[in-house]
């Protein structure tokens, strides 16, 4: 059990684009209730059930107090992984196939259970007219986990920057239906500690933010 409760927590970051629609207008598609949630600072989770599959996609919104372009540049640094993300021990680049894409190799620490190696690719994409940024990724090689993909999406708001983040794994093991629970509060913790972490880097005004942006804007391109 020890060792899908902390898969989960690595894959939760590393691993569901539902972006065509979440670009129509992400806003939108929340209730007043969990517009009111976002608006007191806290994180909404909205699931959506996959039918070959035991576990949702997971779609976790918030309010963040940066821009889109901070946000994006400081989660497309990847190999600063190991330095916030729980049990990340490294996050090496392994090739880049494009200036857009990465493709890193990450281990993870389990306690008991032998190390989680896994090889994810990392896509960045760029929507100038919505002032909207997307880092998509899917695993391409796991010890421990059948396959993986993801999204970070943020795009402006009155208040900062709309973070829909969306994860979706399908775990190798049979008791995974059970785990379901630890799943959802694993997803909900390690938002909370990626927006900590883009929020303390913007408002300490951090020496490496200017060069993560200029390796956003490198990546597109500019």
């Known amino acids: 059990m020890w060792k899908i409760q902390y898969i989960i927590c690595f894959f939760i970051l590393f691993t569901s684009s539902r972006l065509n629609a979440l670009l129509e207008d992400p806003w939108s ?33 918030c309010l963040i107090k940066a821009t889109p372009l ?24 392994h090739a880049r196939p494009s200036l857009n894409v990465l493709e890193v190799n990450y281990e993870l ?8 190696f896994s090889r994810v690719r990392n896509t960045l994409h760029a929507f100038p007219h919505e002032g909207a940024y997307e880092i998509s990724w899917e695993i391409l090689s796991s010890r421990y986990s059948k396959s993986g ?3 970070f999406l943020v795009l402006p708001h009155e208040r900062g920057t709309l973070l829909c983040y969306s994860n979706f794994i399908n775990p190798g093991s049979l008791i995974a239906p059970l785990l379901r629970a630890q799943a959802e509060k694993k997803v909900q913790e390690t938002v909370s500690v990626l927006l900590h972490h883009i929020e303390e880097e913007v408002q300490e005004n951090s020496d490496e933010l200017p060069m993560q942006e200029k390796k956003l804007q490198e990546a597109l391109g500019k």
């Open 29 to 61: 598609s929340l209730s007043e209730k969990q517009k009111a949630s976002l608006q007191e600072g806290k994180e909404v989770l909205v699931t959506e059930k996959i039918q070959e599959s035991s576990w949702p996609y997971f779609h976790v919104y």
């Open 70 to 93: 901070q946000a994006a540049a400081i989660f497309w640094d990847v190999e600063k992984a190991p330095e916030y993300i729980p049990h990340c021990l490294r996050a090496l680049l």
């Open 109 to 116: 620490e389990i306690p008991i259970f032998p190390n989680e």
């Open 149 to 151: 993909r993801g999204s």
